[in-house]
């Protein structure tokens, strides 16, 4: 298993990048990725935090044996904008953090997808009822996910926000969607909870794959 979605003390998040990933090891997960927010959050990561994290991330694989992925997650600003440090990333989530209309979330996702479909991996927790949309519109969806398909960008199974909706899981399957499974863990005791969203991959991804190979 894996966790691609874990916040570490370089944003938000109250564990350290030792502390996860031993705990990550003892969980039996392959690989995970720390993701912090990026600058646009009050406790986001710049370059330099970056850089430091990043020492501390080769530190931990070669202590704990375990695969760690060095990534961030860009909320997604007006007119589809992100912010990302200059900084190699492994992976790269963008996620809408602000309560829209539902025209507003529609079109703030569109735009970043169309502008930096090719640096961002994941869309996270898509119609999070936590950061939601005023609702949904099935038209939009489908859009959505044609969108999604040219750009090669992955849906994220978040157990944490427990999204995205059935509903929208029932019309990725048959497609050929990349997915990722994260915790979106804030706190050590999170770190590996992810047994839900493989549920979900299992069964509404039959055509879809992971967006790491195990
Ligand atoms: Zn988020
Ligand atoms: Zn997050």
């Avoid at 646009?40 to 850089?51: I, N, P, V, W, Y």
């Avoid at 999204?163 to 969607?177: H, Q, R, T, V």
């Amino acid at each position: 298993m894996f966790d691609l979605h874990i916040h570490s003390i370089y944003s938000d998040g109250s564990a350290k990048v030792d502390e996860i990933a031993r705990r990550a090891k003892e969980m039996g997960l392959k690989v995970i990725a720390i993701v912090d927010h990026s600058v646009e959050h009050r406790l986001g990561m710049d370059e330099s935090k970056a850089k430091r994290r990043q020492e501390e991330i080769e530190e931990a694989m070669d202590r704990y044996d375990i695969k760690i992925l060095s990534g961030i997650e860009c909320g997604i600003l007006p007119d589809g904008e992100i912010q990302l440090p200059d900084f190699d990333f492994d992976i790269i989530i963008a996620s809408i953090h602000d309560f829209l209309s539902i025209d507003e979330y529609y079109s703030r996702i569109t735009r970043c997808l169309e502008k930096f479909g090719d640096v961002v991996d994941v869309l996270g927790h898509l119609h999070s009822e936590r950061f939601g949309s005023a609702g949904r519109d099935y038209v939009l969806d489908v859009e959505l996910i044609d969108l999604m398909l040219e750009t090669d960008t992955a849906v994220e199974i978040n157990t944490s926000h427990m999204s995205p909706p059935i509903d929208f899981l029932e019309m990725c399957s048959g497609k050929p969607l990349k997915y990722s499974i994260g915790s979106d863990a804030h706190t050590l005791d999170r770190v590996g909870d992810v047994r839900w969203g493989f549920e979900m991959a299992k069964r509404y991804f039959k055509r879809g794959k992971p967006i790491i190979n195990l």
